[in-house]
């Protein structure tokens, strides 16, 4: 097997030796198909001396940069020199020393992959021993396989077909041109499946990501429904706090399906978003109004209250006699309206406090009273002591008379303390109740008209009973005797009602 060797230009071989790095320059080799065409898959025959090795690409002139072979990550594409197109465009294989599997190296480092019956070969690692340098190449199918076993393992998880399908195609293309030992073959099959299978999925994917796009869709026009049926109540009469709380609400799930639902396509977004930003709007500008219109209101209360305040401050002077014009402006301020709450608070308590002065002066005149008049208490109770036997008098004429006594001196006793006024009042008003009745039963039981009334019914009664008593002592019938004797029965109760009455 050849040497590897630069190109026998001598001036271009030192100035890439010197632009070369030392550990470029022990890199492995790596052919890549488009420059590689390897005819009989044994042994190569030996290269010319004056041909380079396909390892090595072409030297750029000395003005320009100097090439560098390619790393393990990178695999460079190999080109021949220019100069000389017909000579072979990669390394030729040698006798190999070690044969493992599809794989074979010859002592050269040259790694050949079998495929089908032919042998390709696809690098070289000429700084290394025969058993590295297979390896190595090797370790570059068990990448591409391992490459192989994540889209697996991605498809199996869920993910989304287009992408792994993306880097399927990517994959299999590699696959394809690898440098690389092992089974290619098998790799492609898997390959071929695992693409075969991305397009049932990906229809799965796309049913399903429709239904979840039709079901955002349904969520998000309730909540704009919801918006819009907020709007269109009655804004002049609405509890703007809870109204507020639920637009908050609805605000919170539109952002929370923006962000983690799944997107629509801009035409239904645009269009549902319009309606819940103008329903929205809509409620803002009644709050805005609601607010300005109760502050104006609001002004206007405060305004009547304080007046209010300002002419009830002004009845202290007067004391007792300042409550009636008080309570007066009290039921000015009840149909005055609301200032807010915090203002309503300060001018109640001033005007309160206003009212508190007057009621402290009543307080203190009661006081003056109430020692004034314990006396007439005693005296009137007294009085009522005396009256109480009336109560059991009869006869209407003498209980009139008694209680006018009574009265004519209840008066000029005069008046007593507030806190036991009912107490002497509800006694006498029980007395001249007794009296009243005893007048009203004479009335009804002397009363000229009632009594003809009651008479003449009376004697009618009385002749109908006569004539019954007659017709019944005749009667043989005993169902007719029986009829006769209920009636009978019924005008004698009535009888005795009209004479108790008379």
């Known amino acids: 097997m050849p040497e590897h060797t630069q190109p026998t230009d001598s001036d271009t071989q030192q100035q890439s030796a010197e632009a070369v790095a030392p550990e ?38 000395a003005e320009e940069t100097a090439a560098v072979e390619k790393t393990d990550a990178e695999e460079p594409a190999v080109e021949a020199p220019a100069a000389e197109a017909a000579a072979p465009t990669g390394p030729t294989m040698g006798e190999h020393v070690i044969e493992r599997g599809v794989g074979r190296v010859d002592s050269a480092g040259t790694v050949a992959v079998q495929e089908g019956d032919a042998w390709r070969v696809v690098g070289q690692f000429p700084d290394a021993t025969p058993e590295e340098a297979l390896a190595y190449f090797e370790r570059k199918f068990a990448e591409l396989e391992g490459q192989v076993r994540l889209l697996e393992q991605r498809i199996r998880g869920g993910a989304n077909a287009k992408d792994v399908a993306k880097a399927a195609n990517h994959l ?9 030992v092992g089974d290619i073959p ?48 009655d804004l002049a009469d609405v509890q703007w706090k809870q109204t507020m709380q639920k637009v908050d609400l609805l605000f919170a799930d539109w ?54 305040v300002e002419q009830a401050q002004a009845l202290a002077p007067k004391g007792v006699d300042g ?12 149909a005055a309206g609301r200032a807010g709450r915090k203002i309503d608070d300060a001018l109640w308590a001033q005007f309160k406090e206003a009212g508190d002065v007057l009621f402290a002066a009543k307080a203190e005149q009661a006081a003056v009273d109430n020692e004034e008049y314990a006396e007439n208490l005693v005296a009137k109770r007294a009085l009522l002591d005396e009256a109480a036997p009336i109560l059991k008098i009869t006869e209407r004429t003498a209980a009139r008379d008694a209680l006018i006594s009574i009265q004519q001196r209840w008066d000029e006793i005069g008046r007593v303390p507030r806190e036991s006024l009912r107490e002497v009042e509800d006694r006498m008003r029980t007395i001249e109740t007794h009296v009243r009745e005893l007048d009203e039963q ?61």
């Open 24 to 61: 470029a320059a022990q890199a492995p080799t790596e052919v890549q198909p488009e420059a590689t065409e390897v005819a009989e898959p044994a042994v190569a025959p030996s290269a010319p001396a004056d041909e380079a090795p396909a390892a090595v690409a072409e030297e750029p002139a």
């Open 172 to 180: 299999h293309d590699n696959v394809l041109t690898a440098s690389a």
């Open 186 to 233: 098998s790799l492609l099959s898997r390959l071929d499946a695992l693409r075969g299978e991305l397009g049932q999925l990906e229809a799965k994917q796309q049913a399903a990501s429709k239904a979840e796009v039709e079901a955002a869709l349904a969520e998000r026009t309730v909540v704009v429904e919801s918006m819009e049926q907020l709007a269109l109540g």
């Open 255 to 308: 952002q929370r399906l923006q962000k983690d639902g799944p997107r629509l396509s801009k035409s239904q977004a645009d269009t549902l978003w319009k309606r819940f930003r103008d329903a929205r709007s809509t409620l803002e500008t009644a709050r805005r109004k609601f607010f300005a219109e109760l502050d104006a209101s609001h002004k206007d209360v405060r305004a009547r209250k304080q007046a209010l």
């Open 323 to 334: 409550i009636t014009a008080y309570r007066a402006l009290l039921d000015q301020w009840k």
């Open 442 to 502: 004479h009335w009804k039981s002397h009363n000229p008209e009632r009594k003809a009334r009651s008479e003449g019914l009376a004697g009618q009664l009385e002749d109908a009973i006569e004539k019954l008593e007659a017709e019944l002592a005749a009667e043989q019938d005993a169902k007719r005797k029986a009829e006769l004797e209920a009636e009978l029965a019924t005008k004698r109760s009535w009888l005795e009602v009209v004479a108790a009455a008379g």
